[in-house]
């Protein structure tokens, strides 16, 4: 399995911007479907997005569309969440997570994942 590092979660503003990364170790990074995800306390697990593996292909939560968004570097095993804009209902522990399968929102058909990395958003 491939293990999976996030890091660049921080105390911000509402209306700051950042950058999540998620460093991949292990199996090769390629040929995964990879997903951000976040959970508030509180809250259940909740998908922000995800890019696919062969073209790139983004997708996301209604909710984030327009200020997030997902990259990824496969030769650098890396993955991004670029957060634009961000708001007080942004605040939650930040995950990434890998699939063998097609990039999906349901974190069922993700094997492999972080250990999350905190953004606060003050108001």
């Known amino acids: 399995q491939v293990q999976l590092v996030e890091s660049g979660g921080r105390l911000v503003q509402a209306g700051d911007s950042l950058r999540l990364s998620c460093i991949a170790s292990?199996?090769?990074?390629?040929?995964?479907?990879m997903g951000w995800f976040r959970q508030a306390p509180g809250n259940e697990r909740e998908f922000v997005g995800a890019i696919s593996w062969i073209q790139g292909r983004t997708y996301y939560a209604n909710s984030v569309k327009g200020r997030f968004t997902i990259s990824r570097d496969n030769a650098k095993n890396s993955l991004y969440l670029q957060i634009n804009n961000v708001k007080p209902e942004d605040t939650a522990l930040y995950y990434c997570?890998?699939?063998?399968?097609?990039?999906?929102?349901?974190?069922?058909?993700?094997?492999?994942w972080g250990r999350g990395t905190q953004v606060t958003v003050s108001s």
């Open positions: 292990g199996r090769t990074f390629s040929g995964y479907a």
């Open positions: 997570a890998a699939s063998d399968e097609r990039a999906t929102a349901s974190p069922n058909d993700y094997h492999s």
